[in-house]
């Protein structure tokens, strides 16, 4: 049997308690952009015209994301392997889900809303680094802004150090790409792999 309707869903589980519900805010107040700004790093959710998901982490230094206002964040768009897939999907649909996190927090910020694909000088400007200037910038419209309670870190123990897995348990990320993709010849080690990316960040 599977659950086909929220009805059946609802049989399952209590309602809401009246904080769960409060806590979700049409625009960001100081302690989301405080959290925004502590944040290294940020999953960006989003759906294409096909309704294919796609979930693709950002990072950078803390304040990376710029807080324009109240209902208004800037991402800046980093070298990556130019799939584009977030990219293509917000023009498609124009809708991105973000979560961001801090090391060493538990709890986790959720920012929903509209966004559109920005190189108006006056964003580039905002977001350009001793590094380089982007060469777009992802425009949210934030519509919901939540913050997530500490569970989910507190089962998974994500942060304490007993829980780091040696990389070695895992093949390197060319021989699982190789492997997946039926790919054969000489590649890069993961020892270049990682100088490269260093170089590129």
């Known amino acids: 049997m599977k659950i086909e309707t929220l009805e059946q869903l609802r049989t399952l589980y209590a309602a809401p308690k009246e904080r769960a519900v409060k806590?979700?805010?049409?625009?960001?107040?100081?302690h989301c952009?405080?959290?925004?700004?502590?944040?290294?790093?940020?999953?960006?959710?989003?759906?294409?015209?096909?309704?294919?998901?796609?979930a693709s982490p950002r990072g950078g230094?803390?304040?990376?994301?710029?807080?324009?206002?109240?209902?208004?964040?800037?991402?800046?768009?980093?070298?990556?392997?130019?799939?584009?897939?977030?990219?293509?999907?917000?023009?498609?649909?124009?809708?991105?889900?973000?979560l961001f996190l801090i090391p060493?927090?538990?709890?986790?910020?959720?920012v929903n809303g509209t966004a559109e694909l920005s190189v108006a000088p006056a964003d580039i400007a905002l977001c350009t680094t001793e590094v380089r200037a982007p060469k777009l910038l992802i425009r949210i419209s934030v519509q919901q802004a939540y913050?997530?309670?500490?569970?989910?870190?507190?089962?998974?123990k994500l942060w304490e150090s007993e829980s780091q897995i040696a990389r070695n348990q895992l093949p390197t990320m060319v021989d699982m790409i190789n492997e997946q993709a039926a790919i054969e010849g000489v590649f890069e080690t993961h020892e270049e792999i990682m100088r490269r990316y260093r170089n590129e960040l």
């Open 104 to 110: 060493g927090v538990d709890e986790t910020l959720r």
């Open 147 to 156: 913050l997530h309670c500490a569970k989910a870190f507190m089962r998974s």
């Open 33 to 54: 952009k405080r959290y925004i700004s502590l944040s290294p790093f940020v999953v960006l959710s989003s759906i294409g015209g096909d309704e294919v998901l796609d």
């Open 23 to 30: 806590k979700q805010l049409s625009s960001l107040d100081r």
């Open 61 to 98: 230094a803390p304040g990376f994301v710029k807080i324009i206002d109240d209902n208004t964040l800037l991402i800046p768009d980093s070298p990556g392997n130019n799939r584009l897939d977030t990219l293509e999907n917000i023009i498609h649909t124009g809708r991105l889900g973000l």
